[in-house]
């Protein structure tokens, strides 16, 4: 089957064809523009050169999360029209997970990071064997302190790899964890690895319609946030829930 894939998280945009775990197509930019100007000419393209239409794809998937509430939102929504349009099954998957297979053929503990602001990364840890991945936590929002006390004392080959990669591999260096950087043409999101988690979510039979396809934030956006603590009373934000006295 072939998987149209598309990948928004981050800076970069990206889009690929992906047949039998094989790339047929694939197309990447990383030139600051936005999202919205660049992703469905690029994938215009990408099919007319590839002499593919949307009724030769079986099933279009996207990275649906963490990452960038902007870039996620614009990569869900070109995904449901796409998907209603042409009357295809969607599949959003990890972008953890996707990245991850960039480095599946090395051997030892994968670590996909991805920079989350407020001292965090938006991590998830997998271990790769053969070519393939097992995921060892879930998605998550965490303090390079606390993945790093995780992967202390493991034996087996650390590879990192993200866009938050090269701030995780310093951190991790300089506190006594031995780990890799993905070499550079591996170190970043791409929609091949998109696809290829793509199929093995449609074979545990997780696809869905435009409808049921949502975006995976880990976290409200700061905005959000702000607006939420705004709009909170002070003394239900700052004071701890106390039992109201009786009467007697």
Not at 36 to 55: E, H
């Amino acid at each position: 089957m072939k998987i149209l894939a598309l990948e928004t998280s981050a800076k970069s945009v990206s889009c690929a064809v992906v047949e039998d775990g094989a790339p047929l197509a694939s197309a990447y930019q990383c030139t600051g523009l936005t999202h919205s100007r660049t992703l469905l000419p690029m994938v215009d393209a990408m099919l007319k050169n590839a002499d593919l239409t949307l009724d030769d794809i079986n099933a279009i998937a996207i990275a649906a999360g963490p990452g960038s509430f902007t870039g996620l939102r614009i990569g869900i929504a070109a995904v449901k029209g796409l998907a209603w349009a042409a009357d295809k099954p969607c599949l959003g998957v990890s972008t953890l997970e996707a990245m991850a297979q960039n480095a599946a053929h090395i051997d030892g503990l994968i670590v996909g990071a991805m920079d989350a602001r407020r001292a965090q990364v938006y991590n998830a840890v997998f271990e790769a064997k053969g070519g393939e991945l097992t995921r060892l936590t879930p998605d998550r929002a965490i303090s390079l302190e606390e993945l790093c006390a995780q992967l202390q004392g493991k034996q087996q080959p650390i590879t990192v790899l993200g866009d938050g990669g090269v701030l995780c591999y310093r951190y991790l260096e300089e506190h006594g964890v031995k780990c890799s950087l993905a070499p550079s043409m591996l170190l970043y999101q791409s929609a091949v690895g998109v696809g290829l988690a793509a199929e093995r979510a449609y074979a545990r039979g997780e696809a869905a319609s435009a409808q049921e396809l949502l975006p995976v934030y880990l976290r409200p956006a700061q905005a959000e946030s702000r607006i939420s603590a705004s709009s909170c009373p002070r003394s239900v934000c700052s004071s701890p829930t106390r039992p109201r006295a009786t009467s007697r």
